[in-house]
């Protein structure tokens, strides 16, 4: 009898981003599980960013696929592929910073919310009806993130902790299967650092999540991940368990090389 296994939810095959001479991402083949935290590593310059903005339509891949849930989504406007169930955070936060807390999560919601143009425009009651939900919502997201007291501040006043956690509040707002997060902890003390890792784990159980985590580090990887990916200097170097990773002599070789 073969074992079931969960179905797999993104699959890159060979997929490689060239600028000018430069391979950023190269052949670069893996796949995600439903429900799987995986951790994507490697040192500066590797190719982790790049291989994100494969993944979410910032740019096409000079070559190879990318499914999400079987279908191809490899050069689809960045729009099309929110919608298609994958959202993400910015290694350089990107927020509406003149916008209130509550609005930028709402916009979000906005993105993905059924409402008739023609309902919203002529201000019908449905239109308000959705206005309310969407408000409703959008505060339980903000009370998960600890952000809803902080509703009506304005986004450039939150601590930096607490916009990368906004961040990842509107990301999830988009009600993505695939949560692709570029070192959401960077910039926070170990404290905050622990908090966070805690929470994603959470949301990820709570909201039925898969993730794709890159993190500088380690510890934070090894301690949350169920498998990781490794990239160097665009190809993928290794792959396994925390344990298998921690002592990949190609691994070790990679990060001393940074050191070096
Ligand atoms: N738009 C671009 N145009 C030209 N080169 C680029 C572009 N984006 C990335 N690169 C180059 O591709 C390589 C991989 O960069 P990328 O940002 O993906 O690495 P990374 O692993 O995310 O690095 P870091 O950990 O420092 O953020 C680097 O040499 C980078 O300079």
Known sequence: MTQSRAAVLLEVKEASRAFGGLKAVSEVSLHIDQGELIGLIGPNGAGKTTLFNLLTGVYPPSSGSILL???????MKPYRINHKGAARTFQNIRLFTAMTVLENVKIAFHQHA??????????????????????????????IFNLADQGDEIASNLSYGNQRRLEIARALAAGPKLLLLDEPAAGM?????????NLIAWIREEFDLTILLIEHDMSLVMGVCNRIYVLDRGILIADGTPAEIRNNPKVIEAYLGQEA
Do not use: V, W, Y
């Not at 849930?69 to 050069?75: L, R």
């Not at 425009?121 to 239109?127: A, F, N, Y």
């Not at 003390?189 to 890792?197: A, K």
């Open 189 to 197: 003390n170990p404290n905050e650092t622990r908090d966070l890792m």
């Open 114 to 143: 059924r409402h008739s143009l023609f309902s919203s425009m002529l201000r019908l009651p449905k239109h308000f009806q959705g206005e309310e939900e969407i408000t409703r919502k959008a505060m339980d997201i903000l009370s």
């Open 69 to 75: 849930n079987n279908e191809s989504i490899g050069g």
